[in-house]
């Protein structure tokens, strides 16, 4: 295309042309969403549908298996997440600075601040409860603070998604709370893992529009 | 045959610094790319792609930043206020274009 073709014509090769390499920058410059949210909708599925069944609610356990794999799965489960949506999440940034950078460092401080915090105040209160409470006091209060920091990151980020999961997870939780031990987990694993698959799936929707 | 339009920014009525502009107006308020990942994102090669840099830049359409990434000097670019102004003058004579032409095809 050159400078000296004929004007109808050109104008709407230069729109299209605009058009498809927007859309190659948008999907470069954001990861695939499925990466980001269903490696931790997996996690949260599994993971928490495993502690239900093993340690259901009135401590029953409806399958019998290692009293430890739950925790063990969910755990292995989050590090798989952790690196999956980390890596994607790095592969889009890659070669970007400025404002996002320093957004994206102070995000993942909120992060580190909330769940290092969090965990000396649990281990602070476990000895004194029993073990079922105990359970529900780390679960809840991390996917309390997963709930806040989406609502937060929304404000960062201005991203409605993220606000919904947001208020999406915080609900959940609370619900989770007054059933009590147990069902939380249920609630967590159901409407929380699910909830992170559906919102991948709608993100991803938007997103691969840019296709 | 409608003759070539004077109206269209020159300097961004080419297709590789059209690219570069849509690309760089992709990026975050506040943002800058460093040079190969826009060259990887175009599909070009480094001398190419610093050629029309160049031009851009001294349409004073984008700011250019060197600076150093430890020890490996980098290219950083962003579109300049300016730049983005001229962009959008340029979508909306595309816009207009295909308008004009749109009503005197009509019969």
């Not at chain 1, 502690?51 to 755990?75: C, D, I, K």
């Not at chain 1, 992060?111 to 000396?120: K, T």
């Not at chain 2, 050629?51 to 930043?65: G, N, P, Q, S, W």
Request: hydrophobic fraction near 50%; charged fraction near 15%.
């Amino acid at each position: 295309m050159g400078t000296d073709e004929a004007a109808p014509v050109s104008a709407a090769e230069s729109l299209r042309l605009i058009e498809t390499q927007r859309d190659a920058a948008v999907r470069s410059l954001s990861p695939d969403p499925r990466l980001i949210y269903w490696p931790w909708g997996l996690a949260w599925l599994v993971g928490f549908g495993l502690l239900f069944l093993r340690h259901g609610p009135h401590e029953q356990v409806r399958v019998n298996m290692p009293s430890g794999l739950p925790l063990a799965a969910l755990f292995a489960l989050m590090i798989i997440a952790f690196l999956v949506s980390g890596v994607a999440g790095a592969r889009a940034n890659r070669q970007i600075t400025g404002d996002s950078s320093v957004r994206g460092l102070r995000y993942g401080l909120s992060w580190l601040a909330a769940f290092a915090g969090n965990a000396v105040i649990c281990v602070h209160f476990s000895d004194l409860l029993p073990a079922s409470e105990v359970g529900l006091l780390w679960a809840a209060t991390s996917v309390g603070l997963v709930g806040v920091l989406y609502l937060a990151g929304s404000a960062a980020w201005q991203s409605r998604d993220l606000m919904a999961l947001g208020i999406w997870l915080s609900i959940s939780n609370i619900a989770g709370v007054l059933a009590g031990p147990g069902w939380h987990s249920l609630v967590i694993s159901v409407a929380g893992g699910g909830g992170l698959l559906v919102a991948g799936f709608v993100v991803w929707l938007h997103w691969r529009r840019h296709a | 045959m409608t003759a070539p339009v004077p109206d269209l920014d020159p300097v961004i009525h080419a297709q590789v610094r059209l690219r570069v502009v849509v690309v760089l107006s992709a990026l975050r308020e506040g943002d800058q790319m460093a040079f190969p990942r826009l060259q990887e994102l175009l599909g070009l090669t480094g001398g190419n792609l610093s050629v029309h840099l160049r031009k851009l830049e001294d349409a004073e359409y984008i700011v250019v930043t060197k600076t150093h990434h430890g020890r490996t000097p980098t290219t950083l670019l962003r579109l300049s206020r300016r730049g983005r102004l001229a962009f959008d003058e340029y979508t909306a004579a595309l816009h207009a274009l295909l308008d004009a032409a749109g009503s005197e095809e009509t019969p």
